[in-house]
T-cell receptor
Framework: AQKITQTQPGMFVQEKEAVTLDCTYD???????LFWYKQPSSGEMIFLIY??????QNATEGRYSLNFQKARKSANLVISASQLGDSAMYFC???????????????FGAGTRLTVKP | DAGVIQSPRHEVTEMGQEVTLRCKPI?????LFWYRQTMMRGLELLIY????????DSGMPEDRFSAKMPNASFSTLKIQPSEPRDSAVYFC??????????FGDGTRLSIL
C-alpha cells in the first residue's frame, strides 16, 4: 500500500509568489518523522526540512515551512517568495519506527515537479 | 565537511557485464542506504546497513544484485550480470539514527 502520496505531478508558480506542495501519508504509528527533499535537474537529493510527529510547532527553515496537520495526516511543504532556482522535483518522505530498534529506513512519495516562472 | 561520495558518476556498459558502484558515507554516520531511482518506479530503497551489518535487503530486486559494507567508510553495490532494465540512477545515503539522510550525487547507470 502506498504510504506517501503526492497528488500533484507538476506545479507552476510565479516568481516571488508562495506555493504549497501537498503530501499525505498513511501510518498507524504514533511516532514518525516526515521529510522533504529537493532534487534539481542536476540530480542530487537535497534535504530541506524535517517534522517529528510529536513536534508541537510546524517546522520552518528559511523560506521553507511545513504545514503539519496530524489529524488529516498531511505534511504540506510551503515555499515562500519563490525563486527561479526553486524549480526542481520535490519529494516527501516518511520514517516510521518498527519493532526493530535499529529500523531507520524511509519511504518516498512519487514527487512533484515545481516550475517557477519569471 | 565532505558529504556522501559516490563513484563513478556515470557508468555505461554492455549487458552481461559486472557493474560495481561505490559509496563512502559521511564519517560518523552509522547507517548507509542504497536507493534506485527510475521514471517508472520512482525512488526505491534497495538495502540498508547499520554498523556495517545489512538490516533490510527486501528491496533488492533479485540475486543479480548484492551489496557489501566491509568497513564503516566503504560500501559497494554490485550487479552481475547486468541487464538493460537495471539502467537507473543509484543513490547512496547515510545518517545517524533520528537524523535526516544525506545523499550522494548518484551514479547514472546505463546498460546497453
Amino acid at each position: 500500500a502506498q504510504k506517501i502520496t503526492q497528488t500533484q505531478p507538476g506545479m507552476f508558480v510565479q516568481e516571488k509568489e508562495a506555493v504549497t506542495l501537498d503530501c499525505t501519508y498513511d501510518t498507524s504509528d504514533q511516532s514518525y518523522g516526515l521529510f522533504w527533499y529537493k532534487q534539481p535537474s542536476s540530480g542530487e537529493m537535497i534535504f530541506l526540512i524535517y517534522q517529528g510527529s510529536y513536534d508541537e510547532q510546524n517546522a520552518t527553515e528559511g523560506r521553507y515551512s511545513l504545514n503539519f496537520q496530524k489529524a488529516r495526516k498531511s505534511a504540506n511543504l510551503v515555499i515562500s517568495a519563490s525563486q527561479l532556482g526553486d524549480s526542481a522535483m520535490y519529494f516527501c518522505a516518511m520514517r516510521e519506527p518498527s519493532q526493530m530498534y535499529n529500523n531507520n529506513d524511509m519511504r518516498f512519495g512519487a514527487g512533484t515537479r515545481l516550475t517557477v516562472k519569471p | 565537511d565532505a558529504g556522501v561520495i559516490q563513484s563513478p558518476r556515470h557508468e555505461v556498459t554492455e549487458m552481461g557485464q559486472e557493474v560495481t558502484l561505490r559509496c563512502k558515507p559521511i564519517s560518523g554516520h552509522d547507517y548507509l542506504f542504497w536507493y534506485r531511482q527510475t521514471m517508472m518506479r520512482g525512488l526505491e530503497l534497495l538495502i540498508y546497513f547499520n554498523n556495517n551489518v545489512p538490516i533490510d535487503d527486501s528491496g533488492m530486486p533479485e540475486d543479480r544484485f548484492s551489496a557489501k559494507m566491509p568497513n564503516a567508510s566503504f560500501s559497494t553495490l554490485k550487479i552481475q550480470p547486468s541487464e538493460p532494465r537495471d539502467s537507473a540512477v543509484y543513490f547512496c545515503a547515510s545518517n545517524q539514527i533520528g537524523r535526516p539522510q544525506h545523499f550522494g550525487d548518484g551514479t547514472r547507470l546505463s546498460i546497453l
